[in-house]
């Protein structure tokens, strides 16, 4: 009908996705995007909908009778939520710059070949991907020799370096940056930290952006350094908060034989199962935020590796 | 040359900037108390370092379980520190592992050796714990240290913490038997005129659960059971030597103490045929295999109470009237009995205040009821001294039940004042399971027990509220339970029951 589609070109004509194909990709992704969306829009109509409710209809996709009362509990433990916010922010942040500028620097005096440890340091950084120390182990090192244990650092530091994302960055830098540049800069003068800071890393902003969404998200959904490292329960990231409210109806429930005439009692004392929703969809609300702005990068950072043209 | 040493020299430079970095973030956060700046976190016990130089009071470490704490949890410790340093000499550092986190957290604790002084544990825990070292043995030490103590709990109690003949825990003296009942709402009791004078087993539930069905129409499900509970009490009449795993058991009454299959025994197989014909017809909720929280108020369950405990159910389910009754015990197992221990540290440097600790905890009301509900005045409020009290807000994290006795707890408003008295005649009237004081010992049997307790996990779900078919399933889950080890860890129970009671 366009006025456009007269200069087709035959080319385009054979390119073009034919009407039932095309309507066949919007329904598969209609779907899978429903497949998302709805679990969400669930937690969040169980997050509004009334304790009352909820006990007598069951689950529904829109709240049958409407109520605030999960968000109130939040504001009430607000100065718990908020302060396991602060927390995760703090994490985040700071660990994924200390972990951007671990990973590269260790990923590109890897990808030096005339660097005389290359050898033997890659095997020490490859080994632990396929084998690690374990539980046990890690713990006794970082609680105990390090002194980690209570402190932020225990959420920052055993996740700011992995061998992956050094492996990765020192395959970038040996794929992408010419050794002319490096001597033609150690000609110029130039020593190897100024190599690094003045002629490497502003040519690899996409493995920078890569490795750092990567931190990113890792810092943001950890919970589990929280629960082994933290026994101060101030210093919980958000994550953990949500996964021990989450859990320990269900340990509750699972231990019953052992607490007897108790249990009933605590059981009572949990938060509602409406409360539980709301403090996910407080989780979920700043991600949810920041992705957009995130995406361009993402998706330039996932095609690292891939044949260029 | 100099290029090494400037590389050098920018590597100390890091180093130190880490550390100051480091240290500056453990000032910050060790605040008012001592034992938790990791800078003290040694070898030795951080209280130990910590009082030997100023000769104070020395602080225990006490790891529970519990809730999320609250923001006021620092001020209500304090106020039982002032409290038990005036009175003994002695503080706590209360350190709370979630309900969920508290499996693994306990178990790397112990596994890495961290300091502590005293522990809660569990039935779960205990005899792997003391298999490892991890708790002091305390048989000598209870009696000539803390006799009141020794003589408050019951010679059959402090049995059930016996491994190896030691007392290695102080037991919570409270429903330390267990007592089965099964509850109806009142009003289906008058309306289907169910006599619960005759039900004495799961059989004789049949017909009044089918009249509730039938009256009450088809989205009404007289049996609402969840996937952790199942029916809570269904392997009550066989004793599970501690062990965790229903499957293998001792009937509670057998005097020749034989180690079965418990899931081939007649009795229970009739009984999961029961619960599967229920579920077919509908009287038990379809969605129980996956349903992981119970319904507030229902029409119909079974869980461990003692006579009064219908009123605190009412208030909690908004139930006008619960009438129960007595199915099953007052029985004492080893299980029963540690359902809630607190261990002392075989490594502490203060046993004896800990123990002292615990006495206190046991014979004082004053201490017993701030551990158990909180902040006065914040928290709960006295109505009858402390004996009756008020509780203000429901934030408080840790739960009585792993603290100490309930005998000198005091009673909540609203519940039977008498209410621990009745828990207590309870315990007095208990019979025996044969095995009692036994508890077996699996440090040789690790990969048979984690092995078939994945499997069971694997069923126990669906066959425990009643979704899948025991007469095939039994025999599959058996198979498997067998391949995975079940009778290597039968003909070890048996020996090592043989040589207990010997």
Not at chain 2, 108 to 126: A, H, L, Q, R, W
Not at chain 2, 448 to 466: F, H, I, M, S
Request: charge should be neutral; include cysteine; aromatic fraction near 10%.
């Amino acid at each position: 009908m366009k006025t456009g589609a007269g200069y087709e070109t035959g080319l385009d004509k054979f390119n073009r996705i034919g009407a039932v194909t095309n309507w066949g990709f919007h329904l598969i992704f209609i779907l899978l995007a429903l497949l998302c969306l709805i679990p969400v829009l669930v937690v969040l109509s169980i997050s509004l909908t009334g304790e009352e409710s909820i006990r007598n209809d069951g689950y529904s996709l829109f709240p049958k009778a409407f109520s605030g009362e999960a968000y109130q509990y939040i504001a009430q433990q607000g100065q718990m939520i908020t302060r396991a916010l602060g927390v995760s922010v703090l994490v985040t942040a700071l660990g994924t710059v200390l972990g951007v500028v671990l990973t590269t620097s260790m990923g590109y005096v890897l990808s030096r070949p005339n660097y005389k440890l290359k050898g033997l340091l890659t095997w020490i950084v490859f080994i632990p991907m396929v084998f690690n120390g374990g539980l046990v182990s890690s713990y006794y090192i970082n609680s105990n020799m390090l002194g980690l244990k209570d402190t932020v650092w225990a959420l920052i530091l055993p996740l700011a370096v992995s061998s992956f994302n050094v492996i990765i960055c020192k395959t970038f830098f040996r794929s992408t940056i010419p050794d002319a540049l490096i001597e033609s800069a150690e000609i110029d003068g130039a020593g190897q930290l100024r190599i690094y800071c003045s002629i490497v890393l502003p040519i690899s902003l996409p493995v920078l952006a890569t490795i750092g969404l990567f931190l990113c998200f890792a810092y943001w959904n950890d919970w589990f350094q929280s629960m082994l490292y933290i026994d101060n329960q101030n210093l919980y990231s958000l994550q953990a908060l949500l996964n021990s409210l989450m859990s320990n109806v269900d340990a509750l429930a699972r231990n019953a034989s052992s607490m007897g005439i108790s249990y009933a009692e605590l059981v009572a004392t949990m938060p509602k199962e409406s409360a539980r929703m709301a403090v996910a969809i407080v989780i979920v609300v700043p991600v949810a935020i920041a992705y957009p702005f995130f995406q361009k990068y993402f998706i330039s950072g996932l095609t690292i590796g891939a044949v260029k043209g | 040359m100099t290029k090494t040493k400037k590389k050098w020299l920018a590597m100390g430079a890091a180093a130190a900037l880490l550390t100051t970095a480091l240290a500056g973030c453990g000032n910050s956060n060790s605040k008012s108390e001592p034992s938790s700046s990791p800078s003290s976190a040694g070898t030795q016990t951080a209280e130990a370092s910590q009082s030997a130089g100023s000769g104070e009071v020395p602080t225990l470490v006490w790891w529970t379980i519990g809730g999320q704490v609250p923001a006021n949890f620092d001020k209500a410790i304090a106020a039982m520190n002032e409290y038990t340093a005036e009175k003994i000499g002695v503080k706590i550092d209360i350190k709370v592992a979630n309900w969920g986190d508290w499996d693994t957290k306990i178990n790397t604790i112990v596994n890495t050796g961290e300091p502590f002084d005293i522990m809660f544990t569990n039935n779960s825990k205990y005899s792997q714990q003391v298999n490892m070292g991890a708790f002091a043995d305390l048989t000598d030490l209870v009696q000539s240290e803390t006799p009141d103590l020794y003589d408050f709990i019951p010679q059959k109690v402090w049995d059930g913490t016996k491994i190896g003949g030691k007392i290695y825990s102080v037991p919570t003296y409270k429903d330390s038997s267990l007592t089965q009942y099964w509850v109806f709402d009142d009003k289906y009791i008058q309306k289907y005129g169910i006599d619960t004078s005759s039900i004495k087993k799961l059989q004789d539930l049949d017909k009044p659960l089918r009249d509730m069905k039938a009256g009450e129409g088809k989205s009404f499900y007289p049996l609402s059971l969840t996937q952790g509970d199942g029916f809570n009490g269904f392997f009550n009449g066989y004793d599970d030597m501690t062990l965790g795993l229903p499957p293998i058991g001792v009937k509670v009454d057998d005097a020749s103490r034989k180690a079965v299959s418990v899931l081939e025994q007649p009795d229970v197989m009739n009984d999961l045929k029961q619960l599967h014909q229920w579920y077919k017809d509908g009287i038990i909720n379809p969605d129980a295999p996956t349903k992981t929280e119970a319904e507030r108020a229902r029409p119909f369950f079974a869980a461990q109470a003692f006579p009064g405990a219908e009123a605190s159910w009412q208030i909690t389910s908004g139930v006008e009237k619960y009438t129960m009754f007595q199915i099953f015990g007052p029985i004492y197992t080893t299980s029963t009995i540690q359902g809630s221990l607190n261990a002392i540290s075989a490594n502490s440097k203060y046993k004896n205040e800990a123990l002292k600790y615990l006495q206190l905890v046991n014979t004082d009301s004053k201490l017993r009821n701030m551990l158990a509900f909180g902040q006065l005045g914040v928290d709960y409020n006295n109505v009858d001294g402390e004996k009756v009290i008020e509780r203000t807000s429901d934030t408080w994290p840790l739960a009585a039940y792993t603290q100490g006795t309930f005998f000198n707890l005091a009673v909540t408003k609203g519940a039977p004042v008498d209410q621990w008295d009745q828990v207590r005649k309870l315990n007095d009237q208990a019979t025996s399971s044969t095995n009692l004081g036994f508890a077996l010992d699996i440090s040789e049997l690790g990969t048979e027990v984690a092995n078939t307790k994945a499997v069971w996990d694997k069923y126990r779900y669906e066959l425990l509220t009643g979704a899948s078919d025991p007469e095939k399933m039994v025999p599959r889950i058996v198979a498997e339970l067998k391949a995975a080890g079940l009778d290597k860890l039968m003909t070890a129970a048996q020996e090592q029951i043989d040589t207990y009671f010997k």
